[in-house]
């Protein structure tokens, strides 16, 4: 980026275009960071191998000479992989390269058990993307203020096979020995790597949960980062603004949720100010985030770092795609997820925070599609599906391709409370009903007797009795005071159980007020 399009005010100020160019500025310091993420790409058997890549299993099950690594043992490349890498890129907005290699990275660790990885590294899968993610500034407490676009430079997206795992809890004699599940290795990876991109831990944290949005929504990756497939690492720099330098940087790892990336990237940004404004340098090195003490440690210094020494495999041939795969895969890939949230912006006028709200998984949005084409309430139904539908959804742990209430039938219980045949707070009772039960919105009203008063009569009576319960408070609204309609509406809806119709008792109540 840049340095000259940068502009900058003394404390936190996001300033230039909003989009390429955007600084948050701390006490003159502008933060510098690049991401790398490693999802684990959602195929049955591991990259190399037919071992199955399922999860929990008994370890070391789910091994064969190939993901042992014993002499002898050749690699086959497993196409499923390719298919998902190459969803996820095209999705992330990246140019998928025809032609890439594998390439042997040397290291040795008890859970890389050949002493080398297979990975990519000169010519990757594929590169130079640019995705735009939508970010806002957060006030103190963390709550969006305004979002705007901000594009994404990512560099790479390259396939690899993931290690083993040292296990050192829950066996016998873990404080004398260290034990090895090689079940993960050989589980096919797509690292995606970005340019130094973010200039603060919020931009940061809206790209890692737009990436995981995206790989869930195009099938590529579960990207639950609680279960592992799904992994962080930062490189953080701070310079002094306008500088256009990087500051030396240092990598995170162990980052393993989203909050826990955004501490230590906060952490860091403070320890390097604190050393730098008193004169000290900093080193290049690896640091853990430890959260249970809520600080970086040094895990390795630059002099320590590996060489890797990257050589082509020379058991796999060169990856060459076909364009025509390339364009079978773009094209079964379905609306992107910001796509369809500007498209449900504009088509059924909601705010962006419902928006993206229904947009957050595909399945709720298809859930809310297909209920808008039974019932033509767009917004009610929003508002529906967000809070009571969510709520019952979240409680109950399943998807909304999984909810007990199918979206015709809660389009069903929309236009019955829309129609004034039942209230909005009995609309809730009746949802919670139907979820439980599976029954229709027609059923479990007959069943339970609901009946929506709309009676202007009956209603009537309630008013009266209210004006005469509040004289204060009509002598206010008399007087001038009409914002205590509402408390009367409130009144009256209480008064009836909840069963009044509101329309008719706004109505009678401006009739009575008068
Ligand atoms: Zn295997």
């Given at each position: 980026?840049?340095?000259?399009?940068?502009?900058?005010?003394?404390?936190?100020?996001?300033?230039?275009?909003?989009?390429?160019?955007?600084?948050?500025?701390?006490?003159?310091?502008?933060?510098?960071?690049?991401?790398?993420?490693?999802?684990?790409?959602?195929?049955?058997?591991?990259?190399?191998?037919?071992?199955?890549?399922?999860?929990?299993?008994?370890?070391?099950?789910?091994?064969?000479?190939?993901?042992?690594?014993?002499?002898?043992?050749?690699?086959?490349?497993?196409?499923?992989?390719?298919?998902?890498?190459?969803?996820?890129?095209?999705?992330?907005?990246?140019?998928?390269?025809?032609?890439?290699?594998?390439?042997?990275?040397?290291?040795?660790?008890?859970?890389?058990?050949?002493?080398?990885?297979?990975?990519?590294?000169?010519?990757?899968?594929?590169?130079?993307?640019?995705?735009?993610?939508?970010?806002?500034?957060?006030?103190?407490?963390?709550?969006?203020?305004?979002?705007?676009?901000?594009?994404?430079?990512?560099?790479?997206?390259?396939?690899?096979?993931?290690a083993g795992k040292n296990v050192h809890e829950g066996l016998p004699d873990v404080d004398r020995y260290s034990y090895i599940d090689l079940n993960r290795a050989g589980t096919p990876l797509a690292e995606i790597v970005t340019e130094p991109e973010?200039?603060?831990?919020?931009?940061a944290h809206d790209y890692v949960n737009h990436v995981r949005r995206v790989l869930r929504w195009v099938g590529a990756s579960e990207a639950d980062m609680e279960k592992g497939n799904l992994r962080c690492e930062a490189n953080v720099s701070v310079?002094?603004?306008?500088?256009?330098?990087?500051?030396?940087?240092?990598?995170?790892?162990?980052?393993?949720?989203?909050?826990?990336?955004?501490?230590?990237?906060?952490?860091?940004?403070?320890?390097?100010?604190?050393?730098?404004?008193?004169?000290?340098?900093?080193?290049?090195?690896?640091?853990?985030?430890?959260?249970?003490?809520?600080?970086?440690?040094?895990?390795?210094?630059?002099?320590?770092?590996?060489?890797?020494?990257?050589?082509?495999?020379?058991?796999?041939?060169?990856?060459?795609?076909?364009?025509?795969?390339?364009?079978?895969?773009?094209?079964?890939?379905?609306?992107?997820?910001?796509?369809?949230?500007?498209?449900?912006?504009?088509?059924?006028?909601?705010?962006y925070s419902d928006a993206s709200q229904l947009t957050a998984d595909r399945s709720l949005a298809d859930y809310y599609e297909r209920a808008v084409a039974t019932s033509g309430n767009a917004r009610g139904l929003a508002n529906w599906i967000r809070?009571?539908?969510?709520?019952?959804?979240?409680?109950?742990?399943?998807?909304?391709?999984?909810?007990?209430?199918?979206?015709?039938?809660?389009?069903?219980?929309?236009?019955?409370?829309?129609?004034?045949?039942?209230?909005?707070?009995?609309?809730?009772?009746?949802?919670?009903?139907?979820?439980?039960?599976?029954?229709?919105?027609?059923?479990?009203?007959?069943?339970?007797?609901?009946?929506?008063?709309?009676?202007?009569?009956?209603?009537?009576?309630?008013?009266?009795?209210?004006?005469?319960?509040?004289?204060?408070?009509?002598?206010?609204?008399?007087?001038?005071?009409?914002?205590?309609?509402?408390?009367?509406?409130?009144?009256?809806?209480?008064?009836?159980?909840?069963?009044?119709?509101?329309?008719?008792?706004?109505?009678?109540?401006?009739?009575?007020?008068?």
């Open positions: 980026m840049g340095a000259a399009a940068e502009q900058f005010s003394s404390r936190l100020a996001v300033c230039g275009d909003l989009g390429i160019g955007t600084v948050q500025m701390n006490n003159g310091w502008e933060t510098v960071i690049g991401l790398e993420i490693h999802a684990q790409l959602s195929t049955e058997s591991k990259i190399f191998c037919g071992c199955s890549t399922r999860f929990g299993d008994e370890p070391n099950s789910n091994t064969c000479p190939v993901c042992l690594g014993l002499p002898g043992a050749l690699p086959v490349l497993n196409m499923r992989a390719v298919e998902l890498g190459a969803r996820a890129a095209i999705a992330l907005g990246l140019h998928i390269n025809e032609r890439s290699i594998f390439a042997r990275k040397n290291y040795f660790y008890p859970d890389l058990p050949k002493g080398y990885q297979i990975s990519q590294y000169d010519q990757p899968f594929s590169s130079h993307g640019e995705l735009e993610i939508m970010t806002a500034l957060r006030d103190d407490a963390g709550h969006p203020k305004d979002w705007f676009p901000k594009k994404i430079r990512i560099t790479r997206l390259h396939l690899e096979e993931d973010f200039r603060s831990s919020w931009e310079r002094r603004a306008g500088d256009d330098r990087f500051g030396t940087k240092v990598e995170l790892k162990n980052l393993n949720s989203v909050r826990f990336m955004q501490r230590a990237i906060e952490y860091e940004v403070e320890r390097h100010i604190k050393v730098l404004e008193s004169g000290g340098t900093l080193t290049q090195e690896t640091r853990l985030w430890d959260e249970r003490a809520g600080e970086t440690r040094t895990m390795r210094s630059k002099e320590e770092a590996h060489d890797y020494r990257y050589f082509p495999e020379p058991d796999l041939s060169p990856l060459v795609l076909a364009r025509e795969f390339i364009d079978q895969v773009r094209s079964s890939i379905p609306e992107l997820p910001e796509v369809r949230r500007r498209r449900f912006s504009e088509q059924y006028g909601l705010s809070s009571e539908l969510v709520r019952e959804l979240d409680t109950a742990g399943v998807t909304a391709s999984d909810s007990p209430i199918p979206p015709e039938e809660l389009a069903r219980l929309i236009k019955l409370i829309d129609e004034g045949k039942i209230s909005g707070k009995q609309g809730k009772d009746v949802l919670v009903e139907m979820f439980k039960t599976r029954k229709g919105a027609a059923a479990v009203v007959a069943e339970q007797g609901m009946v929506q008063m709309s009676d202007a009569k009956e209603i009537d009576s309630i008013i009266d009795s209210v004006l005469d319960a509040n004289p204060q408070q009509l002598a206010s609204y008399r007087s001038g005071k009409e914002a205590l309609l509402g408390f009367f509406v409130g009144q009256v809806m209480k008064a009836s159980s909840g069963k009044a119709n509101p329309k008719v008792v706004n109505e009678r109540l401006r009739e009575k007020l008068k």
